[in-house]
């Protein structure tokens, strides 16, 4: 058991470390497009802060662990909204900008909804719509590209891109600017992605049957926050340092990439079951903290130290659920 709790951790460690080789990596080829600072924020970070889950989800398919597979899924977009964005605000209350933010909570609630597709073809999630989910992703992209490309010619946007070129160490000149360099560190982390999500499966499986309990209920856990850790330390810095736009956006264009990327990606290696807990208990817990996003971030264009509070008991009482009462209900664990 102690070996494994090691190499959980050493996982962990390896996954956040490629996940920032890829997302600096990544943030500088995306100043050579020209685009928004929100819509780097948005895509370039969060998706790359999502690779953590895309590599592990892909890696649990193709060993048959659909539970985890899954359930990292609908388990990381529960952790990124009620426990990072919870964090961040209780650390700094995160300013909006509405018009901004209205639009992309409306897209985080609509791909909360998609697991349940399942529910139409006999609770398995099948390759054709692990396709039309990729498409949906493309289609996301597209459109955020032309409105990142029209931002980025106003003068605010510009100065918001030179700041945020500054917190991440990117805007300086020197070898980190150079696109070989760049190249060099998303391949760099996105090896490192492969390598810590097989191990990270292994060790969870292993934790998982040790502790008796199941699969589902470690990928919803210990899985699913693990893997949130990049979203998580790129937030909270971010809030501290006055990066509303980085700090937002990161965790909602996580929940899009996780959803309609790393899904719509595992289930076109091989198609998924879905999980009747996942269906009947996760996947309502997931809309409702995508809703929740609603209120808690018009109420004063902000989300206060009190609202972090509240999605941080929220996240507690769902996982305490999951080790309790659920597992009973459902013959898990």
Do not use: H
């Amino acid at each position: 058991m102690l070996m494994q709790l090691g190499l959980l951790v050493v996982s962990l460690l390896v996954l956040t470390l490629g996940a920032e080789g890829l997302v600096r990596g990544s943030v500088a080829l995306a100043r050579r497009m020209g685009v928004s600072s929100f819509f780097i924020g948005l895509t370039i970070v969060g998706f790359g802060t999502s690779t953590p889950e895309l590599a592990t989800s892909v890696t649990a398919a193709v060993r048959g662990s659909a539970d985890i597979a899954v359930g990292n899924v609908v388990g990381s977009n529960i952790c990124n909204i009620a426990l990072i964005l919870g964090v961040a605000a209780l650390i700094c209350p995160i300013a909006l900008k509405l018009d901004v933010v209205r639009r992309e909570v409306l897209v985080v609630i609509a791909v909360a909804l998609v697991p349940w597709i399942a529910l139409t073809s006999g609770g398995r999630l099948e390759r054709w719509q692990g396709a039309a989910m990729l498409a949906g992703l493309a289609a996301y992209l597209w459109v955020g590209y032309a409105r990142g490309r029209r931002d980025a010619q106003r003068e605010a946007e510009a100065e918001a891109e030179r700041e945020l070129e500054r917190e991440l160490g990117v805007g300086k000149p020197g070898a980190a600017s150079r696109p070989v360099v760049s190249v060099l560190l998303v391949l760099a982390g996105l090896g490192l992605l492969v390598g810590g999500s097989y191990g990270l499966v292994a060790s969870a499986s292993e934790i998982a049957r040790g502790l008796g309990v199941s699969e589902l209920v470690i990928g919803l856990t210990i899985v699913a926050v693990g893997t949130s850790a990049p979203e998580l330390f790129t937030s909270v810095v971010a809030a501290v340092r006055g990066q509303p736009d980085l700090a937002v956006g990161n965790v909602l264009g996580s929940n899009v990439f996780n959803v309609l990327g790393i899904l719509g990606l595992t289930c076109l290696v091989t198609p998924q079951a879905v999980s009747p807990q996942i269906l009947a208990f996760d996947v309502p817990v997931m809309v409702g903290a995508s809703v929740a996003c609603v209120p808690i971030m018009l109420s004063g264009a902000r989300i206060s130290r009190a609202e972090g509070v509240l999605l941080l008991c929220g996240y507690a009482v769902y996982v305490g659920g999951l080790f309790t009462v659920v597992g009973g209900w459902f013959g898990e664990g």
